[in-house]
């Protein structure tokens, strides 16, 4: 129904940035809200950003100040712009889309495949 591709994860040295994309596509009526989570290895997800259809945004207490999040909505893009990076955001980033799927009209959450980000020190 939706298809998310991610892209833009690698490796970067502490102190440098990346950009991760999610891109959205298939079955959209109109794209809700993204977040980007993320999971490191013997950790839990946690949530990373968060931006609305109106914009708003907010983050996680350990990015806020060097992620930010923001969405291209005639691609169905949605980025990630990480810098200062630190050898603790190493994991896997993963982007969820909660969507309006045209043929049901159903608010519908996704995830994509996660990409890797290691940062080393």
């Known amino acids: 129904q939706v298809q998310l591709v991610e892209s833009g994860g690698g490796l970067a040295q502490a102190g440098g940035s990346l950009r991760l994309s999610c891109a959205a596509s298939g079955s959209i009526f109109s794209i809700n809200s993204v977040a980007w989570h993320r999971q490191a290895p013997g950790k839990q997800r946690e949530l990373v950003a968060h931006?609305?259809?109106?914009?708003?945004?907010n983050y996680g207490a350990s990015v806020k100040g060097r992620f930010t999040i923001s969405r291209d909505n005639a691609k169905n893009t949605t980025y990630l712009q990480m810098n200062s990076l630190k050898p603790e955001d190493t994991a896997i980033y993963y982007c969820?889309?909660?969507?309006?799927?045209?043929?049901?009209?159903?608010?519908?959450?996704?995830w994509g495949q996660g990409t890797q980000v290691t940062v080393s020190s």
């Open positions: 969820k889309v909660v969507t309006v799927v045209s043929s049901t009209l159903r608010l519908s959450a996704f």
């Open positions: 931006i609305t259809s109106g914009a708003t945004t």
